[in-house]
Structure formats: C-alpha cells, structure tokens
C-alpha cells in the first residue's frame, strides 16, 4: 500500500461482509482464493482491508488491496463461481475480482453502491 492509495475520498460504505478473490492481475490469471475482507468504498476506489483495525492503522506498506475504479465494470456472474451472489469487477488495467455474500440484500447493495461509483469517476 502506498501513501498516495490511501482514501482521500469521503467514505460510501463499509463493512466486513463482503468476501473477496482476486482471479486476474493485470490479465494474469490468479489462483482463486476466497477471503473475508473488511471493505471499504469511497467515490472512486475500492479498498480491501484484513479487518477493521487495519482500516484504522492505515499503515503504508500493510496488506491492503486498493481496485481503482474510474473506467471499470462490474457485472453479476454465476459461472466464475458455484457460490450465490456473486458479481465481478474488471478494471481498467484488466485486473478481475470477484465478490461475494451469502446475504442478497448486502450483495446488491454494494452492487448498486459500486456500480454508482463507477458511473460517477469513469465520468469525471
Ligand atoms: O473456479 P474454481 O477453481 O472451481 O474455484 C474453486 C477453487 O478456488 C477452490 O480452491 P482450490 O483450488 O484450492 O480447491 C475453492 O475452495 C472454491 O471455493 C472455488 O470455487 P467456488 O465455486 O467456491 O468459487
């Protein structure tokens, strides 16, 4: 994590129900690996935090996941993933990540969230 990731945004929406695999680096695919991360969505930037504390810490050069979001996709899928609930999102730089709760109701709400704050830093 570097010190020019971190939030400068005000934050949409947070929360530790979201699980989270990486199964594309840049177009390279990654081993899928299911985690429970405690999210955080700002207007622009999805940030993937080991829990809440570490939110806090914010330290740079500690585990976090940051997906840009200005000119992404997202999109639900049900073949990447036997799991219900399940959307993908695809950055610019080709980066894939799916997410997933067992919860319909938390899935679409960061469905819509996301796909809000997509809408509104692909625009800018
Ligand atoms: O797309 P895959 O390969 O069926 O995804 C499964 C694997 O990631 C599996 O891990 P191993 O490759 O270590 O067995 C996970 O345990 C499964 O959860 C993945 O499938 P689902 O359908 O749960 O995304």
């Known amino acids: 994590l570097q010190e020019s990731d971190l939030?400068?945004?005000p934050v949409e929406l947070k929360g530790e129900n979201m699980n989270m695999a990486k199964i594309s680096d840049s177009g390279k695919k990654q081993r899928k690996n299911w985690t429970l991360f405690w999210t955080?969505?700002?207007?622009?930037?999805?940030?993937f935090y080991k829990d809440k504390q570490q939110e806090s810490a914010q330290k740079a050069g500690s585990k976090t996941d940051v997906v840009q979001l200005g000119g992404?996709?997202?999109e639900w899928t049900t073949e990447k993933s036997s799991r219900k609930n399940?959307?993908?999102i695809t950055t610019h730089t080709g980066s894939e990540y799916l997410l997933q709760a067992d919860s319909q109701p938390t899935a679409n709400k960061?469905?819509?969230a996301i796909r809000t704050a997509i809408a509104s830093s692909t625009k800018a």
């Open 40 to 47: 955080v969505l700002t207007s622009d930037q999805l940030l």
């Open 86 to 88: 399940v959307f993908q």
């Open 7 to 9: 939030p400068q945004k």
């Open 110 to 112: 960061w469905y819509d």
């Open 72 to 74: 992404a996709l997202i």
